[in-house]
């Protein structure tokens, strides 16, 4: 059964401090894997995309890494600030031929950025 | 440019009450989604529609049905609410179905079904 489980479920950091959220999936056939950021009471807004062969993609103070032999991928956060405070969804494509693919949500890590 | 926008923003119902939830999109997407978001599970699909005149059942339909009135606008309709469908809807669009296409979610519709 494709799954995605992320880690930990919550997280409170100080701000300016860095940290990384953690996602493990037993997808297949895989297709590409996205990190969500979403704000409390708004919709998901994607930070980054990442295919079979990237190891590395940053977006500002984000940084997703993939490794698709293990099948976990983070999302680290660097120097974060109080904005970053939000829930991080990690959502992983299944192939399911052409360029079409079904989504598995990730049930989220719940940031809190503490001054 | 608003994106993608839902009405009601919150709504309570009894059992057994029916309601429209409302999405529209100004990107000229083709394809609209509806989701569900429960506490303590991940997004789960409930239709989607890939393009104007075609909507397909997503993982959790039952309950539900939609309506693609044209290409801006995708609608969820209750027939006889439960307490089970208690959740927060979203609205996503995006350019095709393709899955490197991203998704653009609207804010949410809150319902309580009492």
């Known amino acids: 059964k494709n799954q995605v489980e992320q880690s930990p479920q919550s997280l409170i950091i100080l701000e300016g401090k860095n940290c990384t959220l953690q996602?493990?999936?037993?997808?297949?056939?895989?297709?590409?894997l996205r990190w969500y950021k979403q704000d409390t009471g708004r919709g998901p807004v994607s930070l980054t995309i990442m295919t079979f062969s990237e190891n590395t993609k940053s977006n500002g103070r984000y940084t997703a890494t993939l490794d698709a032999d293990t099948k976990q991928s983070s999302l680290h956060i660097t120097a974060s600030q109080l904005s970053d405070s939000a829930s991080y969804i990690c959502?992983?494509?299944?192939?399911?031929?052409?360029?079409?693919?079904?989504?598995?949500f990730g049930k989220g890590t719940k940031l809190s950025v503490k001054p | 440019n608003a994106g993608v926008t839902q009405t009601p923003k919150f709504q309570v119902l009894k059992t057994g009450q029916s309601m429209t939830l409302q999405c529209a999109q100004d990107m000229n997407h083709n394809s609209m989604y509806w989701y569900r978001q429960d506490p303590g599970m991940g997004l789960r699909l409930i239709y989607y529609?890939?393009?104007?005149?075609?909507?397909d059942k997503g993982e959790v339909p039952n309950g539900y049905n939609v309506s693609r009135l044209n290409k801006r606008e995708f609608s969820l309709r209750l027939e006889s609410a439960a307490p089970s469908q208690t959740s927060v809807y979203f609205c996503a669009s995006s350019a095709g179905t393709s899955t490197w296409e991203t998704q653009y979610f609207g804010p949410g519709t809150r319902l309580l079904v009492l």
């Open positions: 959502v992983v494509s299944a192939w399911k031929g052409g360029s079409q693919g079904n989504l598995i």
């Open positions: 529609s890939a393009s104007e005149g075609t909507t």
């Open positions: 996602c493990n999936y037993t997808v297949s056939p895989f297709s590409n």
